[in-house]
């Protein structure tokens, strides 16, 4: 069975943007990262069913 534990592809990052990692249907972690800015979409994957993972959030502006 695929693990759906992770962010789907063009879901929006809100305030938690930062570094994503992609992870295959079975649950296993590829060599493709992706790094978004706050509020915006995460890239389409490589293949279908595959998702995101958060491997780095940037941290918010004093802004």
């Given at each position: 069975m695929a693990k759906s534990n992770g962010i789907k592809p063009g879901t929006n990052t809100g305030n938690s943007g930062g570094i994503f990692q992609e992870i295959g249907p079975k649950?296993?972690?590829r060599p493709?990262?992706?790094t978004v800015?706050?509020?915006k979409p995460l890239p389409p994957t490589t293949s279908?069913?595959?998702t995101w993972k958060p491997v780095h959030t940037t941290p918010n502006s004093k802004r």
């Open positions: 649950g296993g972690a493709n990262y992706a800015a706050d509020n279908p069913g595959s």
